[in-house]
């Protein structure tokens, strides 16, 4: 194959619309959420900043959203094998097999898959992970727990909130 030819990227403007992005349904029907290239901008330099995301590092992208994040982030996004409308019914393997395989650095899970995932873990680590982000329902205290007992050194695990529109609004670690 020849190497793809470079290409110019169209112009944009921050009011233009970049995406239409369906919020979880966690408070009713999924609602679809206007994205601008400005908004995904500012939630670009602010995930970078808050979570100390650096160049280079590789994701696990259970979310979608936090998949078209990824580039933007300079992060290589690792799409796992499951079905995303229903994270609490993922495998655990397929979550701790790409995490262990691709050093994945950076972990978005919602509280029902980081439950699956923790119980199954069996003493199972994760010494890549530098950080876990969980959203989208309330996590209990048991969920991590589990986590955090899989991570090692200074790895965390944060919490944040926020509407699609706004993300993350806050968050606690």
Same mark, same amino acid.
Request: with cysteine; hydrophobic share 45%; net charge negative.
């Given at each position: 194959?020849? $190497?793809?030819?470079?290409?110019?990227?169209?112009?944009?403007?921050?009011?233009?619309?970049?995406?239409?992005?369906?919020?979880?349904?966690?408070?009713?029907?999924?609602?679809?959420?206007?994205?601008?290239?400005?908004?995904?901008?500012?939630?670009?330099?602010?995930?970078?900043? +808050? %979570?100390?995301?650096? #160049?280079?590092?590789?994701?696990?992208?259970?979310?979608?959203?936090?998949?078209?994040? /990824?580039?933007?982030?300079?992060?290589?996004?690792?799409?796992? /094998?499951?079905? %995303?409308? +229903?994270? !609490?019914?993922?495998?655990? +393997?397929?979550?701790?097999? #790409?995490?262990?395989?691709?050093?994945?650095?950076?972990?978005?899970?919602?509280?029902?898959?980081?439950? +699956?995932?923790?119980?199954?873990? !069996? !003493?199972?680590?994760?010494?890549?992970?530098?950080?876990?982000?969980?959203?989208?329902?309330?996590?209990?205290?048991?969920?991590?727990?589990?986590?955090?007992?899989?991570?090692? !050194? /200074?790895?965390?695990?944060?919490?944040?909130?926020?509407?699609?529109?706004?993300? $993350?609004?806050?968050?606690?670690?």
């Amino acid at each position: 194959l020849a $190497p793809a030819a470079p290409f110019s990227a169209a112009e944009t403007r921050a009011g233009d619309t970049a995406a239409i992005l369906f919020t979880s349904g966690s408070t009713g029907a999924p609602k679809g959420a206007v994205y601008t290239h400005g908004n995904f901008a500012a939630q670009v330099d602010l995930l970078r900043e +808050r %979570f100390h995301i650096e #160049p280079g590092e590789v994701d696990l992208a259970t979310f979608p959203l936090f998949g078209l994040f /990824d580039p933007a982030l300079q992060m290589t996004a690792v799409i796992p /094998d499951m079905d %995303f409308t +229903r994270p !609490g019914s993922v495998e655990p +393997r397929n979550i701790i097999g #790409p995490v262990l395989e691709y050093g994945v650095t950076n972990l978005f899970g919602s509280p029902a898959l980081l439950d +699956r995932v923790s119980r199954a873990a !069996g !003493g199972t680590r994760l010494p890549s992970v530098k950080r876990v982000l969980s959203a989208g329902a309330p996590v209990s205290p048991a969920i991590l727990g589990r986590m955090q007992a899989m991570l090692t !050194g /200074d790895a965390r695990i944060h919490t944040p909130y926020g509407a699609t529109e706004a993300l $993350p609004v806050c968050a606690i670690a």
